[in-house]
């Protein structure tokens, strides 16, 4: 059973930090790709940032140079580091994986549940 478990949101000011992470169970990690995306309230999920199994990375145009994703395959476990947030972070973060397990052969995507992370003053 593949599971993805995110931590690290929470309430921050405008300007603050946050680092996400993703700790992920069951699938075979290194050979993942792994991304974040957010969903808004009255908004349609979106990509964040990805990072491919070679380490090939992508962001969206709203985070580049402020988001950083990176990933430690032997700790099974994908960041997202969040500096100069804004308002408009707000949202929920979700962790998701593209790949397979032990018992597959084929990849498939699965999600976490995710963490909520709100920007305010």
């Known amino acids: 059973q593949v599971q993805l478990v995110e931590s690290g949101g929470g309430l921050v000011q405008p300007g603050g930090s946050l680092r996400l992470s993703c700790a992920a169970s069951g699938i075979i990690f290194r050979l993942a790709g792994m991304g974040w995306y957010r969903q808004a309230p009255g908004k349609e999920r979106e990509l964040v940032a990805s990072?491919?199994?070679?380490?090939?990375?992508n962001y969206a145009d709203s985070v580049k140079g402020r988001f950083t994703i990176s990933r430690d395959n032997a700790k099974n476990t994908v960041y997202l580091q969040m500096n100069s947030l804004k308002l408009e972070d707000t949202a929920v973060y979700y962790c998701?994986?593209?790949?397979?397990?032990?018992?597959?052969?084929?990849?498939?995507?699965?999600w976490g549940k995710g963490t909520l992370v709100t920007v305010s003053s």
């Open positions: 998701n994986a593209d790949g397979r397990t032990y018992f597959t052969t084929t990849n498939r995507n699965y």
């Open positions: 990072i491919s199994s070679g380490d090939s990375i």
